[in-house]
């Protein structure tokens, strides 16, 4: 090859594919920055990640380009960055482009004085001046003359960048000397007030909320789930059905494979891009799982288990651990892995191709582009009542067809696989491998979970320093974030729930410590997103909303209270409410931007109950218990006596297995069967 840079040093796919650049690319760290002073130069931070489509277009168009390589090396000391490694360094510098530019995204190109402060910046810029978008090279020098010509107003613009960066931690909490009396902030009216605003945007003819382009949101579909569990409002579970349902039919969904895409491009959830991230469908595969247990509707258990086998089929290693994303191009063209012609399924199904064809609405001139994107536009039923054919031969129709598609994409170019392993998105795997089981009785799923927390405690584990964010080739590298220790610290909860393994709460236990110790704002409550002692960040952030991945606050909002339960810490309970009551207001009235939030406050309000199992069946009963569906709740079951956790004191004196239902301690007099313990919980 031609060029090689520093990149080439590097373990991440995303900058991998940049080490052949002309451009002479820094990793992030000293190297840049000392050059950056020495030879006083702006610095051009460009940040996107292996499964971006229009990261891989701008590195075509711009950085593969001679002469455009030539002017950014000229004038600017040039660094790369994966998001996906560094998002604490995406949600500083993604924050200045939205407050210079009003929009964000990906590919994020930024540049910043010699002293990491941003000053200006924007998203994709095209070669040549289209899109109402200077091109490039015009950025590039009109950036260069402002650092040398306007030196003064750059460093103004530069400090004031990074104030409002700092002062925008703050939002939506309210003033600490403000805060409520927890009667006032956890009132049933709120509750149906986050509903109310949460419905203004929903699409009641496609599902999912406001228009394209369309994301899963699950975390506000799950908060539908439980608003129908606490108050029997029909429209909530209609809207999340409706939502789930039109994706699991959609081209956001891989008809053939199984798994999600990123988002919607249309608002009908045709036209996916094509991206298939790890985070999404691990969220996917957890509301799933609730919308199973509350509907018993065999479409979210099929969705489940073909998302399942997709997971680990393509993004599972053999020792537990699950890879980052699948790429939306291959061949240098997005989607062209997943799509069909109809002559291609004709000759692959032969006499099963006229029904199959019909039922995935593939047409000789496509529905995509002049080819086939699968969806499903009515259900089986309607469908083979309609062809006048039995539903079975049906299913044997599609379940078949399926797998000969399967078999023979195979066979095309794959998309990349970003194989580096986040630690965060891999608990979120952890977690949905726990819901998929209690959904659907599937100890296999559980097997997962069990093999991949033993990966994540031992192959990003850093000793005395905590852990790591990210391994790859058995090198792991960053200190770990916020999210990452909340999603894992909430992984151990969900594994002990299912399990009944002590042993996973006192490690969740001290965790929680560490990161009290190391990430806490004493004033507030609320966390920062880096570690105390990292020193390469112009800011520390705290992030709150609930974006593609839940809020480090929100987990460990609900992480706290919960701990606080399971070993008697008021100090955590009280903690967890006053973090969520802080935010009260904003999530009122912006529920869809924090869903994990509204959710937590939602079960504030009703209460989080606290269940017991004891006995010498509590392992089938506890499996039995967890097919139902209930909202955030604490659970511990043990088959004897275990020390050291209050809600199992003297609750194992008597012969049999007993369920116990209990607020705050208190616990109503005790169950023998599971059936009793949900009438309870439904008359509290």
């Given amino acids: 090859m031609t060029h090689t840079n520093r990149l080439a040093k590097e373990t991440s796919p995303y900058l991998l594919q ?11 760290g000293d190297e840049a ?7 006083d130069k702006p610095v051009l931070v460009s940040i996107g990640y292996a499964a971006c489509h229009w990261c891989h277009v701008m590195e075509k168009e711009s950085f593969e380009d001679e002469a455009t390589a030539t002017v950014m090396n000229e004038r600017f000391v040039n660094i790369k960055i994966d998001r996906e490694e560094r998002p604490d360094l995406d949600h500083i510098y993604m924050d200045a482009v939205q407050a210079m530019t009003g929009s964000g995204g990906w590919p994020l190109n930024v540049f910043l004085t010699p002293e990491g402060k941003p000053f200006y910046g924007g998203t994709y810029f095209p070669p040549r001046p289209a899109f109402n978008r200077a091109s490039w090279v015009d950025t590039l020098q009109g950036v260069w003359r402002a650092f040398n010509e306007k030196r003064e107003e750059v460093n103004t613009q530069a400090e004031n960048l990074t104030r409002h960066i700092d002062q925008s931690n703050g939002f939506g909490q309210q003033a600490v000397k403000d805060l409520l009396p927890a009667e006032q902030m956890f009132t049933k009216d709120k509750v149906h007030l986050m509903f109310a605003n949460i419905m203004r945007n929903a699409d009641k003819e496609d599902g999912g909320f406001g228009k394209a382009p369309k994301f899963p949101q699950t975390f506000v579909i799950r908060y539908l789930l439980h608003y129908h569990y606490h108050t029997g409002n029909e429209e909530a579970l209609q809207q999340a059905c409706l939502s789930l349902d039109r994706m699991i039919r959609g081209g956001i969904y891989d008809q053939v494979g199984g798994g999600f895409a990123r988002y919607a491009t249309d608002n009908e959830w045709l036209i996916p891009h094509f991206e298939k991230m790890l985070y999404d469908n691990a969220l996917l ?7 199973y247990q509350l509907t ?26 699950f890879y980052s994303a699948l790429d939306a191009d291959s061949e240098g063209v997005e989607g062209k892995f997943y799509v069909w012609n109809k002559t291609e399924v004709d000759a692959l199904l032969q006499e099963d191709a006229p029904v ?11 529905n995509w582009e002049h080819t086939n994107i699968l969806q ?13 054919m039995p539903v079975d031969e049906l299913l044997r129709i599609i379940n078949e067809g399926r797998v000969k598609l399967l078999q023979a994409r195979s066979k095309r170019i794959r998309p990349l696989l970003d194989d580096k392993l986040l630690l965060g998105w891999n608990a979120l795997m952890n977690i949905a491998c726990c819901n998929a089981c209690t959904a659907t009785g599937n100890e296999h799923y559980l097997k997962l979970a069990e ?71 004493e004033e507030t409550g609320y966390f920062y997103y880096t570690h105390k002692d990292q020193q390469d960040v112009i800011v520390r952030k705290k992030e709150l909303y609930d974006g593609a991945v839940p809020s480090g606050n929100a987990m460990m909002a609900v992480n706290l209270y919960s701990l606080g339960v399971i070993f008697d810490i008021s100090a955590w309970r009280e903690r967890s409410m006053k973090m969520t009551g802080l935010l009260h207001q904003a999530v009122n009235r912006y529920p869809s931007s924090f ?16 269940i017991v199992i004891t006995g010498s069946n509590a392992t089938e009963v506890r499996k039995e218990l967890l097919r139902a569906f209930l909202p955030l709740k604490v659970l511990q079951s043990a088959e004897k006596e275990v020390q050291g956790f209050p809600l199992l004191a003297q609750k194992n004196n008597t012969s049999g297995t007993w369920l116990f239902l209990c607020r705050q301690y208190a616990c109503q007099r005790p169950v023998n069967e599971v059936h009793s313990l949900l009438q309870q919980l439904k008359n509290v």
């Fill in 33 to 39: 920055f000392e050059k950056a002073r020495q030879e």
């Fill in 595 to 610: 869903g994990l939030w509204a959710t937590l406050l939602m079960s504030l309000t009703y209460g989080i109950p606290e």
């Fill in 356 to 366: 199959f064809t019909a039922f995935f609405d593939i047409s000789p001139t496509g």
């Fill in 285 to 291: 595969v957890s509301v799933m799982s609730e919308a």
């Fill in 376 to 388: 499903v536009k009515e259900d089986p039923e309607t469908f083979a009542v309609r062809r006048g």
């Fill in 451 to 521: 093999r991949n927390m033993h990966f994540m405690l031992t192959r990003f584990d850093a000793g005395p320093e905590g852990f790591y964010h990210t391994t790859k080739n058995g090198t792991a590298r960053y200190p770990a974030f916020l999210d990452d220790y909340s999603y894992l610290i909430q992984a151990l909860l969900q594994l002990q729930e299912v399990t009944g393994n002590t042993d996973y709460l006192h490690r969740a236990r001290a965790l929680t410590e560490w990161v009290t110790e190391r990430f806490s704002e």
């Fill in 18 to 28: 940049h080490a052949h650049n002309p451009v002479d690319w820094y990793p992030w």
């Fill in 296 to 321: 018993g509707k065999p479409l979210y258990r099929q969705a489940i288990e073909q998302t399942m086998e997709f997971i680990e089929r393509e993004l599972l290693l053999p020792d537990g651990g």
